[in-house]
């Protein structure tokens, strides 16, 4: 035990590859189940066939990202020097123990110029999507979203104030309409022409990374970030969709404009859908709905003054159109806002007198007002989604599934940072993440 081994670092020895990489190593179950040939057809436009030097080879660029995205290697100089010093990276690389590396220059030149500012990165992971469709690993029924925040590269510290231009959401033009027919049906005049004018709002833009976003939630640390809005599939957790945005965005904004690629992409038969309170919106609970997708979401606590009564004591009547006090007395419609909102008021008189007016207003002329959307039957219906069984079924396994693939990317594949500076490098960055996720979990599922 205590004899002095002798030095064989140097002695030479007839070795292949092959047989130094273990057989159940992750890399050889991913290169038997992922099909890479469709690389080349994908990026040919990008290069030349008769000028120029010879290019880094597309297979083998995007295979070496792969593999950072993989084993969470952040630093592509890293990576370089991991695939120097590692067999397994050699071989899945095609790389023999005495072939030359790629310099780290030439990957990140390869990766930030040539395929700047192109959708190169979204046909990767669509097509990786489509491989697992292929193998039966996506039901395309059932479909879990959510976000998570990236922090961005950049000091919350540095920044200045600027206006913004509000831009104006998609389902806008639908709510115009829904409240002009709201109206008719009252008897109330069409609202006339909104004044063009300019709709701005203040925000913090970073000096470091402008593209990012100031994000301010509850339970969520402050500063600049971005967004990964991800959808992940029910029936093996393969994530079908990937969508970056500004850390101040809110969650339901891009998410009907989101299912509706996807079902267009992947010719989705999309049944139901499991989605955290941040969703609960008029407008997407009505979107849904009209697309006949049983949808599932979950409950936030409404905002209450203490001493007051809750908005549920108030029972709406669909039949007359009117909310009832817990007193018993109506509250009766007035009109209906160009945000989309009914407004109910209270008879003065009655109130003036009533025991119970401190707990309802504050109002100097004793009007209690309550307001309801012109969508607010959708969201009491897909509300009550979540306390049937089938919706409890479906909600259950949300942290299963989409809860489950950002635990996964954030504590083994360095998902916790943006690597890069602008919204278009970091969509680069959350889709191969979640392309490799996707490889990973074909290769483990099928091998």
Not at 165 to 177: F, K, P, V
Not at 216 to 242: E, M, Q, S
Request: aromatic share 10%; charged share 30%; net charge positive.
């Amino acid at each position: 035990m205590l004899k002095e081994r002798p030095q064989t670092q140097s002695t030479l020895e007839f070795v292949s590859i092959d047989e130094l990489v273990p057989s159940d190593h992750l890399l050889r179950k991913i290169d038997r189940t992922i099909d890479f040939t469709f690389l080349h057809d994908l990026v040919k436009d990008f290069y030349c066939a008769d000028n120029g030097r010879p290019a880094l080879d597309p297979t083998l660029m995007f295979k070496l990202l792969f593999i950072g995205y993989l084993f969470g290697i952040r630093s592509e100089r890293q990576l370089i020097r991991e695939v120097q010093v590692n067999v397994a990276y050699r071989w899945f690389l095609g790389l023999g123990l005495t072939d030359k590396v790629p310099d780290a220059s030439t990957l990140s030149a390869n990766r930030t110029r040539r395929f700047r500012e192109s959708d190169v990165y979204q046909k990767i992971f669509d097509e990786i999507v489509l491989q697992a469709m292929k193998k039966k690993l996506v039901s395309g029924h059932t479909f879990y979203t959510d976000s998570t925040h990236l922090k961005a590269n950049a000091n919350k510290k540095h920044f200045h104030k600027v206006l913004v231009e509000q831009s104006r959401q998609a389902y806008m033009d639908e709510l115009d309409q829904a409240v002009e027919e709201d109206r008719i049906l009252h008897g109330k005049k069409p609202l006339p022409p909104e004044k063009v004018k300019d709709k701005t709002r203040e925000i913090k833009q970073s000096t470091t990374d402008p593209e990012s976003g100031y994000m301010v939630r509850d339970t969520k640390p402050k500063g600049f970030f971005y967004l990964d809005h991800r959808t992940v599939d029910a029936r093996c957790n393969i994530i079908t969709d990937v969508h970056v945005t500004a850390g101040n965005v809110h969650d339901a904004v891009p998410y009907l404009e989101r299912l509706d690629r996807m079902k267009d992409r992947f010719k989705f038969h999309v049944t139901s859908v499991g989605l955290d309170a941040g969703y609960f919106t008029s407008a997407v609970c009505h979107g849904l709905e009209e697309r006949h997708i049983y949808a599932v979401m979950g409950y936030r606590r409404p905002t209450h003054k203490k001493g007051f009564f809750y908005k549920r004591e108030y029972q709406y009547d669909a039949a007359n159109d009117v909310y009832i006090c817990p007193q018993g007395q109506p509250l009766i419609y007035k009109t209906t806002s160009r945000e989309g909102y009914r407004h109910y008021d209270s008879d003065s008189k009655i109130c003036q007198s009533c025991p119970e007016k401190k707990r309802c207003t504050t109002n100097k002329n004793s009007v209690k007002t309550l307001t309801r959307h012109v969508w607010e039957d959708s969201k009491e219906r897909v509300n009550a989604h979540r306390l049937t069984p089938a919706g409890k079924i479906i909600y259950a396994r949300r942290k299963e599934t989409v809860e489950r693939s950002f635990a996964d990317a954030k504590e083994l594949h360095g998902y916790r940072y943006a690597r890069f500076r602008g919204i278009d490098k970091v969509s680069s960055q959350c889709l191969l993440t979640a392309a490799a996720q996707n490889m990973k979990k074909i290769a483990l599922l099928l091998s």
